[in-house]
């Protein structure tokens, strides 16, 4: 994976550790540190049945010990009640969320319109339509804006869109590896801009599509794609285009709301393209893939677990 | 298996405050093997290292309100099982176990006969002993950073001590290591003189 370097003290972010020492004495600590390696003694096998049997195990007691937190409810409850009285409504964000499995549409105080893909929420304060019209986003969503005093503007990962009336759609997880935000225009124009510089933004047009990746600094130029394989998951089609396998199950994870654990994590960035119309279970899907890439699944408590 | 990112494990984390069950589970599959050979240092019966760790998952399932979602699960994982194994060992022993005092269990003790890497093989083994030779504290500072794969925040919130005092330990075991080593080199010179 990414962030895995062979050191583990650098991995583990004490990349300074060694610098509290120096001269021989550093080179002496830091050739011990890495001859201990030998001293690990990782004896105990703990096999994948074993895994899925304890962790049924735990399912059990949990589904024993529901709603475990109602002295804590009742408090939060207070807590936010005096939040309210305190900011006098203002402040509290209002919250839709979707939940895994569903796809949820929500209409605005504006107006305007907001499909939420399965497992993303969508965020926006009491002023909205009086002050402003900002709201935030995590994960998918087709937006259907209408026209109004203020500019409605949408956070995802720190990039934001700014439009008047339109449609489009913003797909942001933050599940994402690479924190990318996609912007796909079906009506109208929007602009597109990381947050911190606002003057860098992109203008994309009805039928374009624009991307930004966190770490980098350029947005992509918009350029013509076919918008509605961007928005088919609100018909519950599944549209991949040359999609890693990684977000491929992340994507089943969230609509058919299950596990999918991947146990060759090598094959994680392999690519796929692949439609479906309406599939009802993700069984057949993962079929599919696992004819195609020579791999097996197994089912597991809560999902499946794909191996070599 | 690959190790996981402690940004997945961070987003685990957060989706496990909102109550989200598959994350939990996402993150069993990938700590439990890991937990369980944890476990494995304080507590020789698998049944009950299996037991401690699957209760450490539901506390902290149970207490997931509570929990700082942007705080590492990870180290509340290895902390929950940590105390449990203690209490374990104290609810057991016939007289009270002090932490400097209790020996863990050397669960290693598998020989390669006919290995062509003896000096190897010899210095490995020595390094296991040299390690249980540390003082409690700091033997399980160092397993944690060296073995576990923790940071020194996560091991400061695991042993409950301050991260400075995490980095005196591990300090201190890689010198006492050192020292050793020293020695067995000069040693390991003589034979070959001799």
């Known amino acids: 994976m990414k962030n895995d370097t062979s050191d583990k003290y650098q991995k583990n972010g004490h990349k300074d550790f060694f610098g509290q020492f120096s001269g021989k004495e550093k080179d002496d600590l830091k050739e011990m540190w890495e001859l201990s390696s030998q001293a690990e003694t990782s004896t105990i096998e703990v096999s994948d049945q074993e895994i899925e049997q304890d962790l049924a195990a735990i399912q059990e007691r949990l589904t024993k010990s ?3 937190d109602i002295k804590w409810r009742w408090f939060a409850a207070a807590a936010v009640l005096m939040l309210v009285l305190a900011a006098g409504l203002l402040f509290v964000p209002q919250t839709v969320t979707a939940p895994r499995g569903e ?11 907001v499909e939420l893909n399965s497992g993303s929420q969508l965020q926006y304060n009491r002023l909205f339509a009086f002050a402003n019209r900002d709201v935030s986003l995590e994960g998918e969503a087709f937006f259907s804006v209408e026209s109004g005093d203020h500019p409605f503007i949408i956070e995802a990962n720190g990039s934001a869109v700014k439009v008047t009336g339109t449609q489009f759609n913003v797909r942001s997880w933050d599940e994402d590896p690479d924190q990318k935000t996609e912007v796909a225009v079906t009506e109208g124009e929007v602009q597109f801009y990381p947050v911190n510089t606002p003057k860098r933004f992109v203008t994309i047009q009805k039928g374009e ?8 600094e350029e947005l992509t130029t ?5 918008v509605e ?14 999609e890693s396998l990684r977000t491929i199950f992340a994507e089943l994870e969230r609509r058919f709301n299950i596990t999918i654990e991947l146990k060759a994590q090598q094959l994680a960035d392999e690519t796929l393209t692949a439609f479906y119309n309406n599939p009802k279970e993700a069984a057949s899907v993962l079929k599919d893939i696992c004819r195609v890439k020579g791999l097996r699944y197994a089912k597991t408590v809560d999902g499946y677990r794909v191996y070599k | 298996m690959a190790k996981l990112s402690d940004k997945q494990i961070r987003i685990w984390g957060k989706r496990i405050s909102n109550s989200d069950r598959k994350a939990l589970n996402s993150l069993f599959r990938s700590l439990y093997p890991g937990l369980i050979n944890f476990a494995a240092k304080y507590n020789s019966n698998r049944a009950i290292i299996r037991d401690i760790v699957q209760e450490s998952f539901v506390a902290l399932w149970e207490n997931r309100s509570r929990i ?6 990870k180290a509340y994982l290895y ?11 104290r609810d057991h022993s016939k007289e009270t176990v002090g932490l400097e005092d209790y020996e863990p269990l050397v669960t290693d003790s598998s020989f390669n006969i006919g290995s062509s890497d003896k000096k190897e093989q010899k210095l490995s083994d020595l390094m296991r002993k040299w390690i249980e030779e540390l003082p409690g504290r700091q033997r399980e500072a160092f397993r ?12 400061a919130g695991v042993m409950e001590v301050s991260p400075n005092t995490v980095n005196n330990h591990i300090v201190a075991a890689l010198k006492f290591l050192r020292e050793r080593y020293d020695i067995y080199k000069k040693q390991e010179t003589k034979d070959r003189t001799l």
Do not use: C, M
């Not at chain 1, 929500?106 to 107006?111: A, E």
């Not at chain 1, 599509?209 to 980098?216: D, F, K, Q, R, V």
């Not at chain 2, 944690?144 to 091991?155: A, K, P």
């Open chain 1, 222 to 226: 918009p350029k013509p794609v076919e």
């Open chain 1, 103 to 113: 796809i949820v549409q929500t209409t605005l105080p504006d107006g305007s319109v």
């Open chain 1, 209 to 216: 599509l624009s991307s930004w990746i966190g770490s980098l």
């Open chain 1, 66 to 68: 529901k709603a475990p």
């Open chain 2, 79 to 89: 902390k929950t099982v940590r105390n449990k194994s203690l209490n374990y060992i």
């Open chain 2, 144 to 155: 944690l950073s060296r073995f576990e794969g923790l940071d020194h925040d996560e091991i």
């Open chain 2, 68 to 73: 700082d979602p942007n705080g590492s699960v």
């Open chain 1, 229 to 242: 394989k961007r928005i088919g998951w609100r018909e519950h089609k599944l549209l991949f285009h040359e």
